[in-house]
């Protein structure tokens, strides 16, 4: 839930006036030459910078393509990379691309068996979500047993790392889901 409105309510400053934790609120005071109004200056607490939506994401990047290739499910390069992948990945809206280019989609398997699928994902998204799967035979998909770890966070960019240990052979799909 985000504010949307602030009431400021002018008070004497000398000490009689206390807050709603009944700590006593010194301000300004007395004024002089006027009775008016002596804001000094509006802080904001734990507010986190804006991220774009997917729409104006599209709006900014994807003017030139038709309406149907805006889409989120459109793939306008014919590269099999969806508009809403390039956005929740940070790919480029302006040229065909692909995951290995990237750098950041790959997975490792270390000596005691865990798998590693490493990942990169635009930072503060939050109309999108993404969720990581295994799967032994690429039929059956399952996120149990899976642990998540930030790597790193630039703010433009969040690199994620999913750890499991499953077996001998282990596929990794991400599933993106709109809210």
Known sequence: QSVKYVRLIDIVGDGSTKDSS???IYDAYPTHGTS????????AINAAATQPL???WAEANLTAFSEAD???EAAPFGDGITNLERYAFDFPADRPYSYSESGYF???AKADGTAVFVYCVRSGMEDVSVKVEWSGDLISWS??????????DDGA?????CAGTFGKNIFFRVKLVGD
């Open 54 to 56: 997917y729409e104006s």
């Open 157 to 161: 960019r969040k690199i994620i790392s």
């Open 70 to 72: 805006r889409l989120p």
């Open 22 to 24: 009944g700590t006593v």
């Open 143 to 152: 996120e149990d047993g899976l642990s998540s770890e930030i790597l790193s």
């Open 36 to 43: 008016g109004f002596d804001l000094s200056g509006i802080g």
């Open 106 to 108: 790959y997975s490792t």
